[in-house]
């Protein structure tokens, strides 16, 4: 993925790995994203909402609108 591409993925499957590479080190202070389930992107994760396993820091980020 290049640099400061936003990215996401969903688990169809009973196992899956997921494998991408960093230009360099993991720093939280430069972290941004956009939260997966805002309206306007409307993107079909192929799942229903409720079984969605969502991280605390990705329920928190912002509207594509709000940055």
Do not use: T
Not at 36 to 52: T, V
């Amino acid at each position: 993925m290049p640099k400061g591409f936003a990215h996401a993925f969903v688990v169809l499957s009973e196992r899956e790995e997921f494998y991408y590479k960093c230009d360099n080190f993991y720093a939280p202070s430069h972290e941004g994203g956009v939260l997966y389930n805002d309206p306007s992107l409307n993107i079909d994760w192929k799942i229903d909402e409720k079984e969605l396993i969502v991280s605390e820091k990705d329920k928190k980020q912002p509207l594509l609108s709000d940055l």
